[in-house]
């Protein structure tokens, strides 16, 4: 097993903020974009175009489904309902299932190279560990296992006294990997965690899949400021992510996307939006 550390202490490490900036296009940017972005940034890191990167990413109103998602038998009713109630609906390109984002949720996303030689679950475990470490100040008790009756449950769920915070996917383009973490930092994590649990009411009706989808409890779902009754806000993670990737990186730098990786970047998003016109149409 790769120690988690060495995977992370690159010569240079890449930090993208990308939490508060509407990127390249005019449209609203969305989660749709954020995951083209990864793509093209796994492409860029596995082609040696660019260093290991960490992309900090934030949307606000937004159900993220997975690709399963897209065959629950009443689909568009549940999308549309979700729309009804103010939400953006995506589907995206990597492993899970359904997810819920909004202004007090930080996604991480840690681009490794050389994935060939690192197993999914190696990449699953250095995000766990470094999000351990990140708060590793605050809780000794942050645990990796599945936490049933959460939306998108997982053997990489993050949860404190069996409450889940957390959620890893991981998606590999070529020789990279992007592996995502969604943190729920602060907010109404109850009622994110309904949100979902009614979108599967109204998209499966009781029907039997070949699928299993969960059961939805909102009461094991909480916030990182609930579970350690401290008011920890997005812009306080985002530092923290910026501190400890400095603290086991050479170096850290800040640049800007380059016209290949803007091109990686639109052919990757053509792809997204013609995955997602099964919810689309």
């Known amino acids: ?13 890449r930090y993208m ?12 940017f969305t989660a749709l974009h954020s995951f083209a972005i990864d793509d093209a940034l796994a492409l860029s890191v596995s082609e040696k175009l660019s260093p290991p990167t960490m992309r900090l990413w934030v949307h606000e109103q937004t159900i993220v489904l997975g690709i399963p998602d897209a065959k629950l038998p009443y689909i568009h009713e549940g999308v549309e309902q979700l729309k009804q109630a103010g939400y953006h609906v995506v589907v995206r390109n990597s492993g899970g299932l359904a997810v819920a984002l909004d202004s007090g949720v930080l996604n991480i996303s840690l681009i490794f190279p050389d994935v060939k030689n690192i197993s999914i679950q190696e990449g699953y475990e250095a995000m766990v560990s470094f999000v351990q470490y990140m708060l590793s100040d605050l809780t000794d008790r942050i645990e990796a296992y599945e936490i049933i009756h959460s939306y998108c449950p997982g053997d990489y769920d993050l949860s404190i006294n069996g409450k889940k915070f957390a959620g890893i996917s991981q998606r ?7 592996v995502q973490i969604y943190l ?4 109404d994590s109850f009622k994110r965690a309904s949100v979902i649990r009614d979108f599967y009411t109204v998209s499966k009706r009781g029907e039997s899949t070949k699928f299993s989808y969960p059961t939805v409890d909102p009461h094991v779902m909480r916030s990182l400021s609930e579970l350690l009754q401290t008011p920890l806000t997005v812009n306080d993670m985002k530092q923290r992510a910026m501190n400890a990737l ?10 800007d996307f380059t ?7 639109r052919k990757r998003l053509v792809q997204m939006k013609k995955r997602n016109t099964v919810i689309t149409g």
């Open 1 to 13: 097993m790769k120690n988690w550390k060495n995977m992370m202490a690159h010569t240079t490490f």
């Open 259 to 265: 016209s290949t990786e803007y091109a990686h970047y």
């Open 172 to 178: 590999r383009v070529k020789d990279g990997a992007a």
């Open 246 to 255: 400095l603290k086991v990186s050479e170096h850290v730098v800040e640049t």
């Open 184 to 187: 729920d930092v602060e907010g």
């Open 17 to 28: 903020d990308h939490s508060t900036t509407n990127l390249f296009d005019q449209e609203r």
